[in-house]
């Protein structure tokens, strides 16, 4: 990978106007990479915006205060996309999951780069900086900046491990290893403040969004024998609490939480979509079941958005197919 990182530092090196953008619902990991990258490629003294299709989660809004994070409008933007000489996707690899932003990343003649550590890159980046056996994007943004000779100041350590601390699940996830934990010391010697970061990303949840995670508990069920655990939120569900589809962000690891489920899946109904959030344990590749249904991810760890079926169809037929992976 240290011939795609020099050649991430020539692009950047050698060009003045870039956009940094990510998936639609921004996690830890994709909003605290793209703050770190951002915050270095400004300190060489060039223009650098982050603009995501979807506005920043509550919980990770301190994140914009280390650096300006934008909810893309086309009205605002689109100029910004006119211009800019470099388009970066991180932890992202396809521009269909970039929702409205993806038409103007397909169209622009800018140089895209890819940034990414989940498998199966789509075809469309003039280079992809990709390391599939990175806990996070994170530790290829931390390798990018330090190889760069840039510097990992408060700042940069807090954007960095709060991806760090996301996407590991709290340091718990398969691909967690001794060497994130050398760069998260690191982190914490710069001056990121775990217990700080912990308290805003897990600790800092409106009650509406507790009384939404209190219903689709409430509604949790369980199949094969209990090796697989569901839960359901719909429309009504999320009008009833005042609550959107990125308020469920977290809600699916406790289906995983439960004696013997191997497999742990969520529903989510909106008004044109139903999204399915897919977790599984051990050698179980979610990631194919997933994909059956439009999706994809790691293989612990998957998403899909089903808009072809209602979501009585999209939770049957998702469970029909779930058993072949606990055989």
Request: aromatic letters at 8%; a negative charge.
């Amino acid at each position: 990978m240290i011939l795609q990182l020099e050649t991430l530092k020539t692009i950047i090196d050698s060009h003045e106007k870039f956009i940094l953008t990510s998936h639609v619902n921004p996690d830890g990991d994709s909003l605290g990479s793209e703050v770190a990258l951002a915050r270095y490629i400004k300190s060489r003294n060039k223009q650098a915006a982050i603009i995501n299709c979807n506005a920043t989660p509550d919980n990770y809004s301190f994140l914009n205060s280390l650096y300006p994070i934008l909810k893309f409008d086309q009205s605002m933007h689109e100029s910004i996309f006119s211009g800019a000489e470099v388009i970066i996707l991180v932890d992202v690899n396809s521009p269909d999951r970039l929702n409205s932003v993806g038409p103007f990343v397909n169209n622009s003649g800018a140089v895209k780069v890819c940034i990414d550590h989940h498998p199966e890159p789509g075809e469309f980046a003039d280079i992809n900086v990709i390391d599939e056996q990175s806990p996070a994007t994170a530790e290829i943004i931390y390798y990018f900046i330090t190889m760069a000779g840039g510097v990992i100041d408060q700042a940069s350590a807090t954007a960095l491990y709060t991806a760090i601390m996301t996407d590991t699940g709290s340091f718990r996830f398969e691909k967690t290893d001794a060497e994130i934990h050398t760069i998260t010391a690191h982190l914490l010697q710069a001056g990121a403040d775990p217990v700080a970061i912990y308290e805003q990303v897990y600790e800092h949840s409106p009650a509406k969004r507790i009384r939404l995670l209190g219903m689709a508990l409430a509604g949790l069920k369980t199949l094969y024998d209990g090796r697989l655990a569901y839960i359901v939120i719909t429309r009504d569900m999320f009008k009833e609490t005042g609550t959107t589809e990125e308020d469920t962000d977290s809600f699916v690891p406790y289906t995983l939480a439960i004696d013997g489920v191997k497999i742990g899946l969520m529903f989510s109904e909106t008004d044109s979509f139903i999204k399915v959030n897919f977790r599984s344990k051990g050698d179980i590749p979610i990631n194919e079941l997933a994909k059956e249904f439009g999706g994809n991810g790691h293989k612990n760890a998957a998403g899909a958005r089903i808009s072809r079926l209602k979501l009585d169809d999209a939770v049957s037929q998702v469970l029909k197919q779930a058993d072949r992976y606990l055989k």
